[in-house]
């Protein structure tokens, strides 16, 4: 059983993409499985296309996509990707969608089937600050997570996304922990 997680590139003009300092920071191994690490481009369309590539060659029991959401003031678990983009900036090609379905006529919305409540209670045990969010956006994480979790059924994995604040509210390490401590309870919850 291995674990294939993802962090996004820099965007809108930044240096750095906390997502993937967290992710970079993630153990190898996370209760004794493999964990494989991808970095994603904020690009629509493109990263949801590399993920799935990913997904059929290491087939992963667990893939989690993080990325981040500047403003936010704790580590988020998402419940749901919805069928839409809608952009305030442009992605890392300019790219730049408002109002259009990702899949048209695809599936409006999914839920992640791993334990979400259960991650952000273990999160806040660790003392990190960690809630649940029930809107991943309509930028390019949701774009990931829609394609994360419509392909569960072809591939067979369990598919999460997690938004990571700025590092002024979690710094990487602790990002990272947050990651780790979420990655245990997917895999609890696979093998129970
Ligand atoms: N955050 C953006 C895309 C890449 C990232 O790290 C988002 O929340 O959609």
Known sequence: MSILITGF???DGANINPSWAAVELVPEEVCGQRVYKMQLPTIFGKAAELLCAEIERVK???VMCCGVANGRTGVTPELVAI???QARIADNI???FFGVPIAPGGDAAYMTRL???DMVEAIREAGIP???SYSAGAYVC???YYALL???KAFGHRGLFVHVPGTEAVDAPKAAQALAICLEKALQHNIG
Do not use: M, T
């Open 83 to 85: 069928n839409y983009r």
């Open 115 to 117: 334990p979400v409540n």
């Open 94 to 96: 300019g790219q730049c």
């Open 9 to 11: 590139d820099p965007f």
């Open 130 to 132: 960690a809630y649940l």
């Open 60 to 62: 992963p029991a667990v």
């Open 142 to 144: 949701n774009d990931v």
């Open 150 to 152: 419509q392909s569960e």
